[in-house]
C-alpha cells in the first residue's frame, strides 16, 4: 500500500495540486494530512498561492482518500469549510503496522510518545515542526513529512511517500520529486 504524506498546507493551493501531483503519479491509494489546512497562522507569513478557498474545495474533492487530524491553526471554520470532522490524533493499522497520526501540538512529540508506548503503536507520524524528520525514538519510528507551504530551516518544500508492506519505506520529497531523505525498515 502506498500513502501520500503531506502536512502543513496553510492555505496554499498551487503546493497542494503539486503535492497531490506527486502523490497520482507514485500511485497512492491513501493520504494522510497532519492538519494546518487553510489558515497560514499569525507567526508565518501568507505562503506562496494562498487560496484558501480553493484549497478547500479540492481537499473536500478528494476527501474519501484522506485521513485528517487538526492542527493548532485549525479554527471551527476552517472545519466547516472543509467538511470534516478532524480528531486530535488517530490510531490506524496500516499492513503489520500501528500508526499514531497526529499534527503535534495536542498530543505534543512527547506525550504522542506516552501514548505509542502504551497503545505498542510502531509509527508515529506528525507535523507542526515544518521540518521533515524520519527517526527512531525508543523503538518507535517517528516521521514528519514537513511542509508543504511554508518550511522552516532553509528545508525545502517536502512531502512523503510511505510504501507499506512487509516493510515500511519511507520517502521525504521535494515538489521537484527529488528524494531528500529516506528509510526501509
Not at 112 to 139: L, M
Request: charged share 25%; with cysteine.
Amino acid at each position: 500500500m502506498l500513502i501520500g504524506l503531506i502536512s502543513d498546507t496553510h492555505g496554499s493551493f498551487c503546493n497542494w495540486e503539486k503535492a497531490l501531483k506527486i502523490f497520482n503519479e507514485f500511485g497512492c491509494e491513501k493520504i494522510i494530512h497532519l492538519g494546518d489546512y487553510l489558515y497560514h497562522g499569525p507567526r508565518n507569513p501568507l505562503p506562496e498561492c494562498y487560496e484558501p478557498l480553493k484549497l478547500a474545495e479540492s481537499i473536500r474533492n478528494v476527501k474519501e482518500k484522506i485521513y485528517f487530524v487538526k492542527g493548532n491553526c485549525d479554527a471551527d471554520i476552517d472545519i466547516d469549510i472543509l467538511e470534516i470532522t478532524p480528531p486530535n490524533f488517530l490510531i490506524e493499522k496500516f499492513g503489520g503496522y500501528r500508526f499514531l497520526l497526529t499534527h503535534g501540538y495536542k498530543p505534543d512529540i512527547q506525550t504522542s510518545i506516552e501514548i505509542a508506548e502504551k497503545e505498542k503503536i510502531n509509527v508515529i507520524v506528525h507535523g507542526h515542526t515544518h521540518i521533515y524528520r524520519i527517526e527512531k525514538v525508543n523503538d518507535i519510528l517517528i516521521v514528519n513529512p514537513g511542509s508543504v507551504s511554508l518550511p522552516k530551516n532553509n528545508n525545502p518544500k517536502t512531502v512523503g511517500i510511505m510504501e507499506v508492506s512487509e516493510k515500511l519505506n519511507i520517502k521525504i520529497l521535494d515538489l521537484e520529486k527529488r528524494v531528500v531523505k529516506e528509510v526501509n525498515v
